[in-house]
T-cell receptor, first 113, second 114 residues
Framework: GNSVTQMEGPVTLSEEAFLTINCTYT??????LFWYVQYPGEGLQLLLK?????DKGSNKGFEATYRKETTSFHLEKGSVQVSDSAVYFC????????????FGKGTKLSVKP | DGGITQSPKYLFRKEGQNVTLSCEQN?????MYWYRQDPGQGLRLIYY???????QKGDIAEGYSVSREKKESFPLTVTSAQKNPTAFYLC?????????????FGEGSRLTVL
């Protein structure tokens, strides 16, 4: 079945540091890939997505590229801010009967001033 | 503003009691979902519904029940049969179940069993 594996946290960075959160997936066919973010005490919200190989999703300075050859969708940001502190979830959505979202376990990011 | 409203935000329950969590959306979305979130385990799907009067079990449906009598409402009942109900519960909706569909989440309900 489909699955998502993302790097375990927590990740602690200083403001303006470079961020990478690794995400790899297992899926049949051509899934869509997502990054969701959860700020403290809130639900999840979509950060970015990519629906086919080599697509790059981007939003709020975050980027991720859909790499089919390495089955990866790593999240990156060149310069993090304190306000980026949150839990980040990688997710996969298959096609047809496997169309529900499957989430990774989440990576908690703390950014210190 | 359009969105998903979950209530209550916090709920305490004694063992052996059933509780119902409310989820209402005004986004006119067809599909609705319930997820459970536990520390270090990410989100796990409990139930989902693609249309009114129809719903399907997710990965961890045991001890839970749902109904979908109206398009905008998808309440979740945590029954006394659920062995470990203390968790954060998230409701979500989407336009459809196609491969590009984005999920919109409510702010969650935190259930604690005393």
């Amino acid at each position: 079945g489909n699955s998502v594996t993302q790097m375990e946290g927590p990740v602690t960075l200083s403001e303006e540091a470079f961020l990478t959160i690794n995400c790899t997936y297992t899926a049949t066919g051509y899934p869509s890939l997502f990054w969701y973010v959860q700020y403290p005490g809130e639900g999840l919200q979509l950060l970015l997505k990519a629906t086919k190989a080599d697509d790059k999703g981007s939003n709020k300075g975050f980027e991720a590229t859909y790499r089919k050859e390495t089955t990866s969708f790593h999240l990156e940001k060149g310069s993090v801010q304190v306000s980026d502190s949150a839990v980040y979830f990688c997710a996969l959505r298959g096609t047809g009967s496997q169309g529900n979202l499957i989430f990774g376990k989440g990576t908690k990011l703390s950014v210190k001033p | 503003d359009g969105g998903i409203t979950q209530s209550p935000k916090y709920l305490f329950r004694k063992e052996g009691q059933n509780v119902t969590l409310s989820c209402e959306q005004n986004l006119n979305h067809d599909a609705m979902y319930w997820y459970r979130q536990d520390p270090g385990q990410g989100l796990r799907l409990i139930y989902y519904s693609q249309i009114v009067n129809d719903f399907q079990k997710g990965d961890i449906a045991e001890g839970y029940s749902v109904s979908r009598e109206k398009k905008e409402s998808f309440p979740l009942t945590v029954t006394s049969a659920q062995k470990n109900p203390t968790a954060f519960y998230l409701c979500a909706s989407s336009i459809g179940q196609g491969a590009t569909g984005e999920l919109f989440f409510g702010e969650g309900s935190r259930l604690t069993v005393l």
